[in-house]
């Protein structure tokens, strides 16, 4: 069964401690949670993203209701059979993805039609059509249906965008069955904060296990978002889990836990070591820079990860100016598991009241001048 227990608010922030108990077994929050999109956190073995202390992946229904498509995951009893990995997974509900890579896409109260980005086949996801894909997949926790607006919008199309996604959230919730998922409530809005609070509390009335915040990490400015959360989290149960969906930057991390948040999640950690660059103790580093071929010591000195107790900057550099696909791998193990410590981290510093000392030392080290 699903469960959550908050273990500790700090006394200088809204910052918390708790524990999600899932079929899957348990997350201790706050959590950074990779994703693995098209069933695979892109180079990694499952053994090797548990070996990096994940304990929680997130996947994509709109990815595989395209491809492999559902028979298929059905046929093989589920994502976590399909892809051999036996703990917690979390599912989007596809609408973010519609809104993001398919054409011509027509939003109606009905649900989504839009061309498949692949073959550009027209498909059709409702809120039911969502949750028969997330129930099929058997993840763990599934998101409602929803509109994620472009940024920035007027009110009036948030407003109607938000109305329209709460009718899908109330939908969602009467067509989901599935006793073994919780299905979360996502609240939208915009940056209008009170476009935000009618979302929350009309998404908190319908009792939901949980609740995402969506809309935000769309290109605002760090200080908007920050603002909308802080706002936000206020009409948000205390006992339930707050998820921020697509946030993956140590410095948006910090914000959002400090503002009561306790899962997040974000492709850019995983993107940008694909792209050579990786995150430090001491802030980015671009593999590639030409500083980095003599230089024989570690990513990060202060890092515990497989890489950086075995490989230097400038076998990393050769790595990625070959096109080697192990650099790949290697920055993938390093930036995955620098994220996930941090959050080690950031919960030990809430559990022994340091959270705002740990925070500003982080930012210090790691270059932000705010
Ligand atoms: C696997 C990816 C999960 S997070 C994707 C995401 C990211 C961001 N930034 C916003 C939203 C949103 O508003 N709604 C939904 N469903 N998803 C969002
Ligand atoms: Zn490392």
Redesign the pocket.
């Known amino acids: 069964m699903f469960k959550f227990e908050l273990q500790k608010t700090a006394k200088d922030s809204k910052a918390r401690l708790g524990k999600i108990i899932t079929p899957h077994g348990e997350i201790e929050t706050p959590i950074f949670m990779p ?1 693995g ?1 098209r069933a695979t956190v892109k180079t990694m073995t499952p053994e090797e993203v548990k070996d990096l202390g994940a304990q929680i992946i ?1 996947s ?1 229904t709109y990815h595989l209701f395209l491809k492999p498509g559902m028979d298929i995951i059905e046929k093989a009893g589920g994502l976590h059979k399909f892809m051999n990995w036996d703990k917690p997974i979390l599912t ?2 596809g ?2 993805q519609v809104f993001s890579l398919s054409g011509n896409r027509k939003i109606t109260e009905e649900g989504v039609e839009f061309r498949s980005h692949i073959d550009g086949s027209k498909k059709f996801i409702s809120p039911e059509v969502s949750i028969d894909i997330q129930n099929t997949l058997g993840s763990d926790i599934i ?1 409602a249906f ?1 509109e ?1 607006a472009p940024y920035p919008s007027s009110y009036e199309y948030i407003y109607d965008s938000m109305m329209r996604t709460t009718r899908w959230a109330e939908r969602c919730k009467a067509h989901h069955t599935r006793e073994d998922q919780a299905l979360f409530g ?1 609240i ?1 809005g915009g940056m209008y904060k009170d476009l935000r609070e009618i979302s929350a509390k009309d998404l908190v009335s319908m009792d939901f296990p949980g609740y995402a915040v ?5 290109g605002e400015p760090l200080e908007i978002m920050n603002e909308v959360l802080d706002h936000t989290t206020e009409f948000m149960p205390q006992n339930k889990p707050r998820y921020l ?2 946030v993956g930057s140590p410095d948006y991390l910090f914000e959002a836990v400090e503002r009561g948040i306790d899962m997040a ?1 974000c492709v850019l950690p995983t993107r940008i070591a694909r792209n050579g660059t990786v995150m430090t103790s001491q802030g980015k580093l671009v593999i590639k820079n030409a500083k980095y071929k003599e230089d024989f010591s570690p990513l990060d000195p202060e890092c515990d990860c497989y890489t950086c107790r075995n490989y230097s900057r400038a076998y990393m550099r050769h790595l990625f100016n070959v096109d080697e696909i192990l650099g790949l791998r290697l920055a993938t193990i390093h930036n995955l598991r620098f994220l996930i410590k941090l959050m080690e981290d950031i919960r030990e510093s809430i559990r022994g009241d340091y959270f705002l000392e740990f925070k500003s030392d982080f930012y210090r080290k790691y270059g932000y001048n705010k």
Not at 214 to 218: T, Y
Request: aromatic residues 4%.
């Open positions: 994703v999109t997130l994509n989007d509900s609408g973010f998101m929803d994620c996502i939208q969506g809309g935000l990490s769309v969906m697509g999640d």
